[in-house]
């Protein structure tokens, strides 16, 4: 061969050698496996790392771990984390800009997932469904690409099962509030049997009276038994059994349509905010969580393969550490009352524009003002003040938070939807986080380490140690390039990954960037 033809034909290969992403449909993965840990902070990898032994050990060994990953929106809390992960939509766009908002529509507060058009299936409580997604999920664009499979979502909580797997999910299952798996007529009009069978089992007595890691809980009996088990590693071992389970069952990732199944743990959460991060259970809990993770993939492993698996693994948010431990240590922080807060901006409102009732929700840093704050004074025939503007408002509201104390950066509504918004990172995560239909109209950010509870800790803020969370890619090496990857990332940036990985179309709402630097 001549070296014309040979140049030639390298060109020719070149050009038409097809992208990482364009993957062959024998190289497409048969199961998708999304872990999310709730409050796992970035530093657990870090402070006990060197214990692991099991699926984190693999992970970090194995894996494209991404160091500097971050939630670029806040409020950072369950619900828009797990809405997050598998749309890469910020609450701006996903609908689910809290883990409960004010719904204007229905007058009332509502839970991010509460659905009063579906039914409980498992036990008697509220329906729950992903009818506010506004967006669509790496799932929903499987199941729509032909290549799809099933896909399903697992939790103790109901958001952290339904948020992640979509709308078009074949199911999410999550823990009832006396220790059943439930779900809801949003999916299928009854359990499946051998849910139903799980759940004559009943797989939680087995913890009634037992003792976690110097935590014991109440006989089962106990009214505090279920709350109480939240904060152990044991609540942890139900999802992973019933997620086994469910694997077997539904035949996951045995043929060449793709399966996603995402599975979040949340014993993490619950022992975080009630004991603090820095206690020695929290160490336990990393190793049951390594442990447990190691399981899990072992048997996505065993049925798609190792080279037809794909992991993911990230959580839903950080925490900060309790206020008397960054104290004790010199650092900033202390606990606020948000009912003293709303009290100075009633009080401020009253004198600016006559008596009435102006704040009608607030949390998760949104604080939610009447469009008709007069109404009690002209339904009993009174002369209502003067009218005033929904923007008056939110400057005297805004204003006067701005002189609280450790009040760090306040947001008006009208701010926020001019398109001239700019600022620094966490500008951006403010905005990235305020939709305008379910957010508040004044947006309030404190100094970081300052939290409204008054024991134990939380997450919610802009801050670092709520938005670094873990990252970690894991797969056949056609797919994943293992590796340490540092520069900053979000977490936004999942599901535009994933899509490139399955070939897939991106979901309606993805607002990140597929992490090109991990593929090979
Ligand atoms: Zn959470």
Known sequence: MNMRVLTRLLLATSLFLP???????????????????????YDYLQRFGAEFSGGLKRLLEEGAVFTNAHYEA????????????????????????????????????????????????GEEG???????????????????????????????KDRSAILPAGRAADAAY?????????????????????????????????????????????????????????????????????????????????DAATDLLSVSFSATDYLGHSHGIDVPQMRAMMLSVDEKIGRLIDAAQQRAGRNALLVVLTADHGVARRPEDNAADGLPGGRYEARDERRAVEEALDAAF????????????????????????????????APVSRAAMEQVAAATLRQLPKVARVYTRTELESPLFGGDRIDQRVRNGFNALGSGDVIVVHEPGWMNRPAG??????????????????????LVEPGRYHGAVAIHDIAATLATLLNIALPSGSMGRTLDEMLP
């Open 19 to 41: 992208a990482a992403s364009a993957m062959a449909a024998e190289e497409r993965p048969r199961l998708v496996l999304t872990i999310v840990v709730d409050q796992m902070r």
């Open 74 to 121: 806040a409020p950072t809390v369950t619900a828009v984390g797990h809405a997050t992960i598998l749309s890469g939509a910020t609450p701006s766009v996903s609908g689910i800009p809290g883990n409960a908002f004010y719904d204007r529509t229905a007058g009332r507060q509502v839970q991010s997932i509460t659905d009063v058009d579906v039914s409980a299936l």
């Open 126 to 156: 509220t329906g729950a469904s992903p009818r506010r997604l506004a967006v669509s999920t790496v799932g929903d664009e499987l199941k729509l690409s032909g290549h799809g499979g099933k896909v399903f979502g697992v939790s103790m």
């Open 174 to 254: 999550w823990f009832g509030d006396r220790g059943n798996i439930v779900s809801s007529t949003w999916y299928f009009p009854a359990l499946p049997q051998w849910v139903q069978d799980y759940n004559a089992t009943q797989p939680a007595a087995r913890f009634g009276g037992v003792e976690w890691a110097g935590l014991q809980l109440p006989a089962l009996n106990d009214e505090d038994f279920y709350a109480r088990l939240d904060e152990t590693a044991l609540a942890d071992e139900l999802v992973l059994e019933f997620a086994l389970l469910l694997m077997e069952q539904e035949d996951l990732g045995s």
């Open 354 to 385: 006559g008596a009435g009732d102006y704040v009608i929700g607030s949390g998760e840093m949104s604080m939610y003002l009447s469009r008709a704050p007069h109404a009690a004074a002209v339904a009993d025939g009174a002369t209502p003040p």
């Open 457 to 478: 800790t939380t997450h919610g803020s802009p801050w670092a140690y709520d938005s670094h969370v873990p990252l970690i890619f894991w797969g056949p090496g056609s």
